[in-house]
């Protein structure tokens, strides 16, 4: 039986959480978030059309009909109240009391900004509606058939969201880059030795960190605009489960803020 890639993230979660215990909130967390996602997940058809009620567009031009997203919205709240780190607990239950209509308000502005939000940026309300809406995004760009996998751009070719992990997949005796979009998980090909904040390609201006308790991930970081990504290297580890081991993986994180390096993409902890 081939399990979904919900079903896949949902048990490396599990199992690094065993491994890690440093890490296992964190894990723990999103192996529940992870499970409410795959089943908005699965109503992304009746939630991302064109059907009466309030509906916005961007991600990109895509409607999304918020009125019937609003019973999933505070139920995903109480979930995230019961399950997550305290601050973002916090979050949930400050928005759970203002409403209906300020979710609805705080759903639509994050669909329309999409691509230009960070999920460090001090804003619970967005943060929350990124990790709501993130399965929409992704059932969009998995039922978009003419996205391509095979470019160049450092943002998505389907929703222009920024890469929140790469990926080092096998192709011939070597591996091949690929970047996975923050927004709708959209993974397209990118060059080995560029950075994909800035463009730098001068392999003295990009620097490489790794540790021997994480040796298939690597802190892939640029000299030149002080920004880093990790790298999930699938020729090392092949069980690893790229958005998954990155948020598993926060002593690399410690290491490259050290060094003054700034993570292009925060991930849904706004880490």
Not at 13 to 34: D, S, T
Not at 78 to 84: D, F, I, K, L, Y
Not at 129 to 137: D, E, S
Request: hydrophobic residues 40%; aromatic residues 8%.
């Amino acid at each position: 039986m081939i399990r979904s890639k919900w079903d896949q993230r949902i048990e490396r979660a599990g199992g690094l959480a065993a491994a890690h215990p440093f890490a296992a909130e964190v894990l723990q967390f999103y192996k529940r978030i992870a499970t409410f996602q795959q089943a908005l997940y699965s109503h992304g058809a009746g939630t991302c059309g064109s059907e009466s009620g309030k509906s916005v567009s961007t991600v990109p031009g895509q409607h999304l009909n918020v009125n019937l997203l609003l019973p999933k919205f505070g139920e995903f709240l109480s979930t995230v109240e019961a399950c997550a780190p305290e601050p973002i607990a916090q979050s949930a239950r400050d928005l759970c009391a203002q409403g209906a209509g300020r979710w609805q308000d705080s759903l639509s502005s994050f669909w329309r900004n999409a691509s230009d939000f960070q999920p460090n940026s001090g804003q619970p309300g967005m943060l929350l509606a990124w990790i709501f809406l993130q399965p929409h995004a992704e059932y969009l760009a998995d039922h978009n058939g003419g996205v391509s996998r095979e470019e160049t751009l450092a943002v998505c070719p389907f929703c222009s969201g920024k890469p929140m992990v790469g990926v080092l997949r096998p192709e011939g005796d070597g591996a091949k880059r690929s970047l996975i979009c923050s927004m709708c998980a959209t993974e397209w090909t990118y060059g080995r030795i560029i950075c994909p904040a800035c463009g730098e390609e001068a392999v003295e201006k990009l620097a490489i960190y790794t540790a021997s308790q994480f040796d298939y991930i690597r802190v892939e970081a640029c000299d030149t605009c002080r920004r880093y990504i990790k790298t999930v290297d699938l020729t090392k580890n092949g069980h690893a489960v790229p958005v998954v081991d990155e948020l598993a993986t926060m002593p690399l994180n410690l290491w490259a803020q050290e060094h003054g390096y700034v993570k292009l993409q925060a991930n849904l902890l706004g880490i």
